[in-house]
């Protein structure tokens, strides 16, 4: 799967969801203790699935009373990769990673023109979703995430609580926005992550072209 998700960010380029070097994507079986994230700074253009990062997660009891914590490091994965640093969003990703329900979790962050532009002019896009139910069926979208910084822990921390992401791992939306950045979205399959911002996208272009703040 890790080249269907070469194929998501290479068509996410495509359409200037992200430039060169911007957006990132995670993936974990269920069944394994580490998951793969896309490299930092690497053209999305030639994203090859021997640049990913392997990350390995590790669980503990610690403090007193014991506290189940977590905590992440890099496993040994290709000679390429070895020569790169996991994606600047690795708490986000790792927060969403560390416990899944189910089955495969894929996690996409890129930076969709209309969805950020919706944001932009204020319009909660957790709002349009309840006037169209065409994206209301299916794709839950979260409340907005406000201004924080790329690549920060509290970007992490807010996006987790507005997904709804639970301590074991359910996570409630399937898709946030970012205010003045982007959107991150979780499914089984790098196309089904795709798909709920390829929808929300289409809703949001045609909310900003009726000049109509839902
Ligand atoms: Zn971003």
């Not at 896009?125 to 139910?133: A, E, G, Q, Y």
């Amino acid at each position: 799967m890790l080249e269907t998700i070469c194929e998501v960010m290479l068509d996410a380029y495509k359409r200037n969801w992200i430039t060169s070097r911007d957006g990132n994507c995670s993936i974990r079986y269920q069944d394994r203790d580490h998951f793969y994230i896309t490299p930092s700074g690497v053209r999305k253009q030639t994203l090859q699935p021997d640049q990913f990062k392997k990350i390995g997660i590790e669980r503990g009891y610690y403090d007193q009373p014991p506290r189940l914590q977590y905590s992440h490091r890099e496993l040994d994965y290709t000679q390429i990769s070895s020569n790169l640093r996991p994606s600047g969003e690795l708490p986000l990703h790792f927060g969403l990673q560390r416990e899944i329900v189910d089955d495969t979790r894929v996690v996409v962050h890129v930076h969709p023109t209309y969805c950020i532009a919706a944001m932009h002019a204020d319009i909660d896009l957790s709002t349009i979703s309840r006037s169209f139910p065409e994206l209301n069926r299916y794709t839950r979208v979260a409340p907005t995430v406000g201004d924080v910084a790329p690549i920060s822990q509290e970007l992490a921390d807010w996006c987790h609580n507005n997904l709804g992401l639970d301590s074991g791992g359910n996570i409630q939306y399937n898709i946030v926005g970012i205010r003045g950045h982007g959107v991150v979205t979780v499914d089984t399959t790098p196309w089904r992550a795709y798909e709920h911002i390829e929808r929300l996208e289409h809703i949001c272009r045609i909310v900003l072209a009726s000049g109509v703040k839902c």
